[in-house]
């Protein structure tokens, strides 16, 4: 019997209806999450990676919205026989939606200074978040609250979940944020760039942390981040986006070694490795795309070096090389052709 994505995103869009044009921030993105899957979305700045997940958290507040597309979540929780269904939440009311954001979909955000309330101690915000979910005492949530405190790395749990956040340093607030989305064992953790906002030696704590916890309360999760040493330590699979769009999704190791979007290649060269021979790091000419009223044309043309001529007359498909690698591209790179590794 074949396994059934928790979660399954079919041609997703969110736009911005701003008064000098709409801005298209997201355009017919589609994947599929499994249980247990680390699905890392990565690009530069402005491509649409973080819109994507609020979208599917349902945190878009007007002007933003779903354009098009369906949000499809593996759920018991409006199944009036228990039974789980397919519900889409690009569909669903704000009151509704507050039944599966937290419960269902856990988020760690950036940056955990403007995640958490200034005014409220950690205890506040964390039996809150319990007690509305879960139908529990104060009592009950507190005690959990503690153990969650414990299992993040929190020293003297029961003393400092009375601190307020700026009692805690940012690695510590990190933690919290994150034991904040564990709190009602949801079976998708989004975790938006949460390691940024870090010095080093505290993010590569935090993304072990994560690693664990991941493994602890078996969630799948959507990682994203702009550092891809990051997403090759903490991913199963990748999606690389850019103006909006899927690029290429591909296992964690296709994405590394057979990159077939001119994109991917790009990215990789501004990298340095230390498994393949570079005389220099290779910058990506020109400038982001703008989101307001793009043409329907490939984001990445003005600055593709294997752009063709059908590229300016059409917009690629996602179209499917391999059973997992899947590449929106007129005029791919062969996956033939490799990176000559530095001979000893």
Same mark, same amino acid.
């Given at each position: ?16 209806a701003m008064a000098e044009g709409t801005v298209k921030a997201v355009q017919d993105v589609s994947f599929d999450l499994s249980s247990?899957?680390? *699905?890392?979305? !990565?690009?530069?700045?402005? &491509?649409?990676?973080? !819109? ?23 759920? $018991? ?5 228990g039974k789980k269904e397919y519900v889409d939440l690009a569909k669903l009311k704000y009151e509704s939606f507050s039944r599966i ?11 955990? /200074?403007?995640?958490?309330? %200034? ?16 139908? @529990? ?27 307020? %956040? ?20 949801? =079976?998708? *953790?989004?975790? $938006? ?6 010095? @080093?030696? !505290? ?9 664990? *916890? ?5 969630? &799948? ?11 090759? =330590? ?25 990159? /077939? ?10 990298? %340095? ?17 703008? /989101?307001?009223?793009?043409?329907? *044309?490939? %984001?990445?043309l003005p600055r593709c070096t294997r752009s063709v001529e059908k590229c300016q007359q059409v917009l690629p498909d996602l179209e ?18 490799? !990176?000559?590794?530095? =001979?000893?």
């Amino acid at each position: 019997m074949e396994k059934k994505p928790i979660l399954s995103v079919r041609n997703l869009s969110t736009h911005f209806a701003m008064a000098e044009g709409t801005v298209k921030a997201v355009q017919d993105v589609s994947f599929d999450l499994s249980s247990d899957d680390v *699905l890392g979305i !990565v690009g530069e700045t402005g &491509s649409g990676k973080s !819109v994507c997940v609020k979208t599917i958290a349902g945190l878009i507040d007007p002007p933003g919205y779903i354009a098009n597309g369906e949000i499809l979540l593996y759920t $018991d929780e409006f199944a009036k026989d228990g039974k789980k269904e397919y519900v889409d939440l690009a569909k669903l009311k704000y009151e509704s939606f507050s039944r599966i954001r937290g419960k269902h979909i856990g988020m760690i955000f950036q940056d955990p /200074m403007t995640s958490l309330n %200034p005014i409220f101690t950690i205890a506040d915000q964390m039996i809150e978040t319990i007690v509305h979910h879960e139908k @529990v005492s104060e009592g009950e949530a507190r005690e959990r609250a503690i153990k969650l405190l414990e299992q993040v790395g929190i020293p003297k749990p029961s003393e400092r979940i009375d601190d307020y %956040p700026f009692q805690l340093s940012g690695g510590q607030r990190q933690r919290v944020v994150i034991a904040i989305a564990l709190s009602c064992n949801p =079976e998708i *953790l989004v975790a $938006d760039e949460p390691s940024t906002a870090l010095d @080093v030696t !505290v993010q590569a704590q935090i993304l072990e942390l994560m690693k664990e *916890l991941q493994k602890q309360f078996s969630s &799948s999760t959507i990682f994203i981040t702009h550092d891809l040493a990051v997403i090759a =330590e903490m991913a199963t699979k990748i999606s690389v986006m850019y103006g909006g769009y899927q690029m290429e999704i591909a296992s964690v190791d296709d994405i590394f070694e057979v990159p /077939m979007h001119p994109y991917t290649h790009a990215l990789l060269a501004c990298i %340095p490795r230390l498994d393949i021979k570079q005389s220099e790091l290779l910058p990506i000419p020109g400038q982001p795309p703008v /989101m307001m009223n793009p043409p329907r *044309l490939c %984001p990445f043309l003005p600055r593709c070096t294997r752009s063709v001529e059908k590229c300016q007359q059409v917009l690629p498909d996602l179209e499917q090389i391999t059973e997992e690698h899947f590449v929106r591209c007129n005029n791919p790179v062969p996956q033939k052709v490799q !990176v000559v590794k530095e =001979e000893v």
